[in-house]
């Protein structure tokens, strides 16, 4: 059992609160990933966890055992860092081989235990070399290894992918996938990358000045955002956001802007009259219309070429505003634009709490 639970988890620096009154309940097995921009204590959070930071406050339990008090290697725990951490005059072998060596594992063990390992993760042909001789994405690779070896109860990332080009990021991030659907070993995984978190979590736990914003699986914090700031933090393209002021009509809202009013029936959102609102659309949900209601329209600013399609900005209501199109069928620069949506597809929040307006 490798339950994590963090309960009322504070970090101080100082006078400075990084971590305020934190609290995560972790299930065996499960992959979390801490989410969120630079400075908002993911990182800091995951070496709490791991020993590498003091506690400043309430307690941090693995397995049903409090830990705030244990060093490092008494935790159960391995850690992968952003910069591998490799020793550039051992060779690979032995990099993988140090920690075991550290716990007096017999030699016929650690050898067993490597060649299992290096099998797991491909480093058979490169374990006589030393850490020089291989590339970004081996090298991270061969920092998972020394961590698998130890048979830990549970794995901590910090970014650990950063340092890699595009296309390597994308390979090591199928491979850790795969790997923790092997091994099932309770991991926490420290990122500011939307995709990486998107695609490897059970759950992710989106952060924000120390605190947590959302916590839920990917479909759910993609699809029904607490927060202006979840909103705006996941997807890609963003999220267009519009001021709007609801006012109530018959069987249903207005909602007034700048440069148009939106009607949606009633049912799907707590408003109240003349509330003050952003409202929220994702540019793969606005549709091209010539006709109709519920219309943005406006003149191409800039067309991105994204592949299968295109990204169209314009602008309406004094904001720029982003639409995913086919890119067969995508206007130029100039050209007049509209698009309609769908009520199914709104998102509305209070504009001065930042609340999803979303009924439950």
Not at 250 to 267: C, D, H, K, Q, Y
Request: proline letters at 5%; aromatic letters at 8%; hydrophobic letters at 40%.
């Amino acid at each position: 059992m490798a339950n994590i639970v963090c309960s009322n988890v504070d970090k101080q620096y100082g006078a400075v609160d990084v971590i305020k009154g934190f609290n995560l309940d972790v299930d065996d097995h499960e992959f979390i990933v801490f989410l969120g921009p630079s400075g908002c204590g993911k990182s800091t959070l995951l070496r709490m966890i791991a020993g590498l930071e003091d506690i400043s406050g309430g307690s941090v339990s693995i397995g049903g055992r409090t830990v705030n008090d244990l060093p490092p290697r008494d935790r159960g725990v391995a850690m992968v860092f952003q910069n591998y951490a490799l020793y550039p005059h051992m060779t690979i072998y032995d990099n993988i081989a140090f920690g075991l060596k550290r716990m007096k594992v017999p030699k016929a063990e650690i050898d067993t235990r490597i060649r299992a390992v290096a099998a797991t993760l491909g480093l058979d042909p490169y374990l006589t070399r030393k850490p020089t001789e291989l590339s970004g994405g081996q090298q991270q690779r061969v920092a998972i290894a020394r961590a698998m070896i130890k048979t830990p109860r549970v794995f901590l990332f910090d970014e650990p992918l950063s340092n890699l080009d595009a296309k390597l990021r994308n390979h090591m991030r199928v491979e850790i996938a795969r790997l923790h659907q092997k091994l099932k070993t309770t991991t926490i995984y420290v990122t500011h990358d939307q995709l990486e978190a998107m695609t490897l979590a059970d759950r992710i736990v989106l952060m924000k000045g120390g605190a947590i914003e959302q916590v839920g699986t990917p479909a759910e914090i993609y699809e029904r955002p607490r927060t202006l700031f979840v909103a705006g933090f996941i997807g890609t393209p963003n999220m267009n956001f519009i001021d709007v002021t609801a006012e109530k009509t018959e069987g249903g809202w207005l909602l007034r802007t700048a440069g148009g009013n939106f009607s949606i029936p009633e049912g799907k959102f707590a408003l109240h009259h003349l509330q003050k609102l952003v409202l929220g659309i994702r540019p793969a949900d606005l549709q091209p219309a010539a006709t109709g209601t519920n219309r943005l329209s406006g003149t191409a600013d800039l067309v991105e070429f994204h592949g299968n399609d295109a990204l169209v900005t314009f602008l309406f209501a004094d904001k720029e505003i982003g639409a995913l199109v086919k890119a067969s069928a995508c206007p130029k620069p100039g050209d007049a634009v509209s698009f309609t949506f769908g009520p199914e597809s709104l998102h509305l929040f209070d504009r001065e709490s930042g609340l999803s307006l979303r009924k439950p």
